[in-house]
């Protein structure tokens, strides 16, 4: 038996173990060692088995993603999201949908400082959720805005997943935080536009609030948001001025979300610091086995030849470049419908990386499209964890089914900019560039 129909063998009940409901990570590492015994034989596969298992943990790069996800678990301990919920909603509520537009920048700024997009939609299911409903919202409106706008964690940085992603293909981490920042931003933008044009249309969806507040209470919730926004500007300032590392940037977040916390609740005591470091613990684990599981399956890939035939046959198509992007998106969009983004990014990478870059497409800007790319999949039906995510912390409040119908305008906004991104790329680009 040839190595390329081992390899097909492999990816058919790699996906075959999906589909099953396998955990990803069992299935990923399961068809990745037993595929490289299949090539090299069971004592050179067990060799390569201890040596990527050493390589991840041993690996200084990793540390950066058990201190960004701490520094977003102090942040939800610290109340960071009820300050900026405040604040956005003094500053922006007596528009016309202006609470959903206050939720979407709050979730950005939170999602800042949290790195994660289920965490951050959780957040303000419970905060943003009930406020609207109780002012007359449309349950889809109010339920997908938030599910939607969860998915910006992970653009503006810290990120844990643009870490991942610059682990697996090997690219400047530091680079890739930076260049999240205006993708994320304009991100926001793009959504509070589509939030009023949408209600420009159909009023009914979204009553004006006419609750009034003095210049006075405005900008004393900016005192109350304005200890987030620092830690934001500190980490993103110090990455691009070249201050400090990724991982040193993660250990100042984790620090000063730390202080935030201790302030907020007069102590230890109310941060609950056991419980904050083994969620921290049990995420990176999580995590640190997929990437483990991903690695071993890419060297099956890349051993068995299936990466270099699906590459070459991808970039060997007679067609304009923006036809191979569409067809990546499709995958990732299909794709994202069904499995986690780390595990999606560990399946993917190994063939569709080494594509766009034989293209000529720019490392750090790929990994911010994709990153967006496996967001979008993350609210998409018939899956969408962050739509599941915000019904379940509704408390019965909305359905699933109610979620998944006020997303089509947000899918469609997330399409509008991801065309945005493939036709400006220095969107990404411009601080990464001149870091």
Same mark, same amino acid.
């Given at each position: ?229 620092? =830690? $934001? !500007?500190?980490? %993103?300032?110090?990455? +691009? ?7 040193? /940037?993660? #250990?100042?977040? @984790? ?67 923006? =036809? $191979? !992007?569409?067809? %990546?998106?499709?995958? +990732? ?7 986690? /983004?780390? #595990?999606?990014? @560990? ?89």
């Amino acid at each position: 038996m040839s190595n390329l129909v081992i390899g097909a063998i492999g990816t058919a009940c790699l996906f075959a173990g999906i589909l099953m409901g396998v955990n990803v990570m069992v299935v990923l590492g399961l068809v990745g060692a037993f595929g490289l015994a299949a090539l090299v034989g069971f004592g050179a596969a067990t060799s390569l088995l201890s040596t990527v298992f050493f390589e991840t943990t041993h690996s200084f790069h990793f540390s950066v993603i058990p201190l960004f996800l701490l520094m977003g678990f102090f942040a939800m301990r610290a109340g960071l999201g009820e300050d900026l919920f405040e604040a956005t909603t003094k500053w922006l509520g007596g528009l016309r949908g202006g609470l959903a537009i206050s939720t979407t920048m709050g979730t950005a700024a939170f999602g800042a400082a949290s790195g994660s997009s289920v965490g951050t939609a959780t957040v303000f299911t419970k905060l943003a959720l009930p406020e609207m409903l109780a002012r007359g919202y449309d349950k889809s409106l109010a339920s997908a805005s938030i599910a939607i706008a969860g998915t910006l964690a992970v653009m503006i940085p810290p990120s844990a997943l643009v870490v991942v992603y610059g682990i697996l293909t090997d690219s400047s981490i530091g680079a890739l935080l930076v260049a999240g920042f205006i993708p994320g931003i304009v991100f926001a933008f793009v959504l509070c536009v589509t939030i009023w044009l949408v209600v420009l249309r159909r009023p009914d969806l979204a009553p004006v609030d006419t609750t009034q507040y003095s210049l006075r209470e405005k900008l004393s919730s900016l005192r109350l948001a304005g200890p987030l926004v620092l =830690v $934001i !500007v500190c980490i %993103v300032t110090g990455l +691009y001025a070249g201050v400090f590392t990724p991982t040193e /940037a993660g #250990a100042v977040g @984790a620090a000063l979300t730390f202080v935030l916390a201790l302030i907020r609740h007069k102590g230890v005591r109310g941060i609950d610091l056991p419980a904050t470091l083994l969620e921290t613990i049990r995420t990176s684990a999580m995590i640190f086995a997929i990437l483990i599981s991903a690695l071993l399956f890419s060297k099956f890939l890349a051993l068995s030849g299936v990466a270099n035939v699906v590459g070459g046959f991808l970039t060997g198509l007679d067609v304009a470049p923006w =036809v $191979i !992007v569409v067809l %990546v998106s499709l995958i +990732y969009l299909s794709l994202g419908m069904m499995m986690d /983004a780390p #595990a999606l990014l @560990a399946i993917t990478l190994p063939i569709t990386h080494p594509v766009m870059m034989d293209l000529g497409f720019d490392p750090i800007w790929f990994g911010i499209f994709v990153v967006l790319l496996v967001e979008i999949g993350a609210v998409t039906p018939p899956v969408g964890i962050n739509c599941f995510v915000v019904q379940a912390a509704s408390d019965g409040r909305v359905r699933l089914e109610d979620v998944f119908k006020g997303l089509v305008p947000f899918v469609l906004a997330g399409f509008a900019m991801l065309i945005l991104l493939y036709l400006v790329p220095q969107i990404a680009l411009f601080l990464p560039e001149r870091m």
